[in-house]
């Protein structure tokens, strides 16, 4: 009864996500153009993302809970942000941290018609690998983000993962944080790929625990390289997958 109530549910919930993501670039364009001479960083645009697409978006769905986690006496950053990447919705889960964030996204993305411009009106980064100039135009953005006080949010491992085992790590990430001294919050998310895995648009028939799970902050100047940090990071993350998994 329970998953056909599930099943059920499933046109319901995407109507939710839909109505919730349309409100909220309606909501976020309209209060950034009252804010934008007063708001240079956009962070109205962030607080209304966050707000909507991070906590109201799941309060709203009657199946799904989410359980966040985070060390005790965490600061407010701002951190570079890593996370293991296995669903579309691992996004709007990281946004319900309790910090301002951005996200850091393939430049590709910021062309998708509606939400794509809706990620670059409200500031988020386009990661560019092609010229060099696009390259330094990337990494200024991040360092005035962060300059900001305003966290980053990277998927170190570059795309998402098919069976839920963390991919080799990319290491731009670590060589941000050895640069500019702002430490790496790892953050372990449990249950998105079960629910939304990759290359899949309906979601399964189960009903998983949702987990967001920030570890303890990693200050660089612990690490002689950004190799040696990734490592750490990598394997500390994986244990914490192991041990949600049981």
């Not at 153009?33 to 009657?62: C, H, K, N």
């Not at 989410?66 to 709007?92: C, E, K, M, Q, Y």
């Not at 411009?117 to 409200?122: D, G, H, Q, V």
Request: net charge positive; charged share 15%; with cysteine.
């Amino acid at each position: 009864m329970y998953r056909l109530l599930w099943l059920l549910n499933i046109p319901f919930s995407w109507s939710i996500w839909l109505s919730v993501t349309a409100v909220m670039i309606v909501v976020a364009v309209v209060a950034q153009l009252i804010a934008w001479p007063f708001d240079p960083d956009r962070r109205v645009s962030l607080w209304v993302t966050q707000a909507f697409f991070g906590r109201l978006i799941f309060a709203a769905e009657p199946f799904l809970r989410v359980r966040r986690t985070l060390p005790p006496n965490l600061g407010p950053g701002p951190f570079i942000v890593v996370a293991n990447h296995n669903s579309i919705i691992d996004i709007p889960l990281i946004m319900g941290l309790p910090f301002p964030l951005r996200v850091v996204a393939k430049a590709p993305l910021m062309d998708v018609p509606v939400m794509g411009w809706y990620m670059r009106f409200s500031g988020q980064i386009a990661m560019h690998t092609g010229s060099p100039e696009a390259v330094a135009s990337s990494l200024q953005a991040c360092l005035d983000s962060l300059n900001a006080g305003i966290s980053l949010l990277i998927f170190p491992e570059g795309t998402r993962s098919l069976d839920g085992n963390l991919l080799r790590f990319r290491r731009g990430a670590f060589r941000l944080s050895k640069d500019t001294g702002v430490p790496i919050l790892p953050v372990v998310i449990t249950g998105a790929g079960a629910l939304l895995p990759k290359q899949v648009l309906i979601p399964q028939l189960i009903v998983p625990k949702l987990g967001v799970r920030a570890l303890d902050p990693v200050d660089p100047a612990d690490f002689s390289t950004a190799r040696a940090m990734s490592n750490r990071v990598r394997a500390a993350m994986d244990h914490a997958l192991e041990e949600a998994r049981g």
